[in-house]
């Protein structure tokens, strides 16, 4: 096998690990436009009691590690 085959395989697992690696940072880090979305309006109260349902570990979390929830605390009002 020449190195221009081994190529692709090798890149797809680093691709595949970085978006692994992005998925966790991704849904903590969209806690915040949910909140923005939410003083403006743009979200009723029904609809944000459903989206937040998958946040609840965040809440969770924040309330059993303390630097992690004071520093959502400070990202949340980054946004608020």
């Known amino acids: 096998m020449t190195d221009d085959q081994q190529r692709p395989r090798s890149s ?11 998925l ?6 969209s ?3 949910f909140v923005w979305l939410f003083k403006q309006g743009a979200i009723s109260q029904p609809i944000a009691e459903l989206i937040a349902i998958p946040y609840e570990p965040l809440g969770w979390l924040s309330e059993y590690w303390e630097p992690f929830g004071k520093l959502l605390e400070w990202y949340m009002d980054l946004w608020r």
């Open 12 to 22: 797809l697992a680093i691709w595949l690990i970085a978006g692994a690696l992005q």
């Open 24 to 29: 966790p940072v991704g849904y903590v880090l």
């Open 31 to 33: 806690t915040g436009p």
